[in-house]
């Protein structure tokens, strides 16, 4: 899969993340490892690893070539830096048709309106190229600034899912939200 993806005005661009984007991926999850660890599983020290992130990219690539799932990396147009992150995954086929969202941003670039610019590419994506019916993404019931972004972009919420994720080892519950092709909110 080589696409790119750009939204011009906001200065980014997406595509997806391949080997030769392992060290900086590894830069960015160093980076923002204790501001996010909030919001993410506990990983171990290896998982902070080049290695462990090569792994991560192959395992992603492998899943796209199955169309199961694609990972897109998140970048400055002006620097082609890499600032963050957005998948589609656990994506099913046949009469489901659906896929969840997840993303992560560098916390020194948050607040600029990069990752509601990114998302907006994806679910654009999502819906007209891989032909899917319905997204969601899930978040911490205290992370509000991910639920702004996602309503920005046209997700309901829908809900509570209990004890959904291991976050730092404690089962949590999530606010989960669903955006359907039918919606057009997505289009504008």
Same mark, same amino acid.
């Given at each position: 899969?080589?696409?790119? +993806?750009?939204?011009?005005?906001?200065?980014?661009?997406?595509?997806?993340?391949?080997?030769? *984007?392992?060290?900086? +991926?590894?830069?960015?999850?160093? #980076?923002?490892?204790? =501001?996010?660890?909030?919001?993410?599983?506990?990983?171990?020290?290896?998982?902070?690893?080049?290695?462990?992130?090569? *792994?991560?990219?192959? #395992?992603?690539?492998? #899943?796209?070539?199955?169309?199961?799932?694609?990972?897109?990396?998140?970048?400055?147009?002006?620097?082609?830096?890499?600032?963050?992150?957005? =998948?589609?995954?656990?994506?099913?086929?046949?009469?489901?048709q659906f896929a969840d969202i997840g993303y992560m941003m560098d916390q020194q670039e948050q607040g600029r309106g990069h990752m509601t610019a990114a998302?907006?590419?994806?679910?654009?994506?999502?819906?007209?190229?891989? =032909?899917?019916?319905? %997204?969601?993404?899930?978040?911490?019931?205290?992370?509000?600034?991910?639920?702004?972004?996602?309503?920005k972009c046209g997700f309901q919420p829908e809900g509570i899912a209990r004890k959904l994720v291991q976050i730092q080892g404690t089962w949590q519950d999530?606010?989960?939200?669903? %955006? %359907?092709?039918?919606?057009?909110?997505?289009?504008?």
């Open positions: 899969m080589s696409v790119s +993806l750009y939204n011009t005005p906001q200065g980014i661009f997406l595509r997806p993340l391949g080997l030769k *984007d392992s060290e900086s +991926l590894l830069a960015l999850r160093l #980076q923002n490892r204790d =501001s996010h660890a909030v919001y993410e599983p506990r990983y171990e020290d290896s998982f902070f690893t080049l290695e462990k992130q090569q *792994d991560y990219i192959r #395992q992603r690539l492998r #899943q796209a070539e199955e169309d199961r799932g694609y990972l897109f990396g998140i970048f400055l147009i002006e620097e082609e830096r890499l600032i963050g992150y957005i =998948s589609i995954s656990n994506l099913v086929r046949g009469v489901g998302l907006k590419l994806v679910i654009q994506y999502a819906f007209r190229a891989l =032909s899917l019916h319905r %997204l969601q993404a899930g978040t911490l019931l205290h992370n509000e600034r991910s639920q702004r972004v996602l309503k999530h606010q989960m939200f669903g %955006l %359907l092709a039918e919606d057009n909110v997505w289009q504008t």
